[in-house]
T-cell receptor
Framework: GAGVSQSPSNKVTEKGKDVELRCDPISGHTALYWYRQSLGQGLEFLIYFQGNSAPDKSGLPSDRFSAERTGGSVSTLTIQRTQQEDSAVYLC??????????FGPGTRLTVL | AQTVTQSQPEMSVQEAETVTLSCTYDTSENNYYLFWYKQPPSRQMILVIRQEAYKQQNATENRFSVNFQKAAKSFSLKISDSQLGDTAMYFCGLYTGANSKLTFGKGITLSVRP
């Protein structure tokens, strides 16, 4: 079966523009996570979706960041009015129960 | 709050040798899961090994094994017969049901020398 996919793989944008990053989780996985990884750093938790429950948005760094998950499957992370400090790799992961999270290849975002 | 600490920023090992990567953690939960993830230069995070806290037996996956010391809150990863393809960043992760989040350490860069 297919793993977690993310698109685009790379995104270059100008400061102030909005961007949308997409994540397709593994089919049947009920949990979906977004993380941010700055150059050479660890993973910073952003947001977590579990089934139909309200998402845990406690990791979102500002109100410019939002995410949604439609139909319990595909998720979109939106960053409005991008800033240079938003430049990072954005990783999506999905999981079923506690077997471990499976990660996508990430989207490298560069804000000029 | 839960924390994961990887105090070694980088390590180097000769091919075919054994290396141990350290990780300590802290949580007030009694039931939790620990993970090691590998991130090669391709940046794809790969699950290496998983340990349930309620299991005393250390997890093993081929050349990868862990030394889980629950009382000491220590969870180290041993890589035997190191291969060039093991060169990557390795992240230790802690998952608890309390907040359903996977908390990661800062990672360690492992280089395997030919």
């Amino acid at each position: 079966g297919a793993g977690v996919s993310q698109s685009p793989s790379n995104k270059v944008t100008e400061k102030g523009k909005d961007v949308e990053l997409r994540c397709d989780p593994i089919s049947g996985h009920t949990a979906l996570y977004w993380y941010r990884q700055s150059l050479g750093q660890g993973l910073e938790f952003l947001i977590y979706f579990q089934g139909n429950s309200a998402p845990d948005k406690s990791g979102l760094p500002s109100d410019r960041f939002s995410a949604e998950r439609t139909g319990g499957s595909v998720s979109t992370l939106t960053i409005q009015r991008t800033q240079q400090e938003d430049s990072a790799v954005y990783l999506c992961a999905s999981s079923l129960d506690l077997e471990g999270q499976y990660f996508g290849p990430g989207t490298r975002l560069t804000v000029l | 709050a839960q924390t994961v600490t990887q105090s070694q920023p980088e390590m180097s090992v000769q091919e075919a040798e054994t290396v141990t990567l350290s990780c300590t953690y802290d949580t007030s939960e009694n039931n939790y899961y620990l993970f090691w993830y590998k991130q090669p230069p391709s940046r794809q995070m790969i699950l290496v090994i998983r340990q349930e806290a309620y299991k005393q037996q250390n997890a093993t996956e081929n050349r990868f094994s862990v030394n889980f010391q629950k009382a000491a809150k220590s969870f180290s990863l041993k890589i035997s017969d190191s291969q060039l393809g093991d060169t990557a960043m390795y992240f230790c992760g802690l998952y608890t049901g309390a907040n359903s989040k996977l908390t990661f350490g800062k990672g360690i860069t492992l280089s395997v020398r030919p």
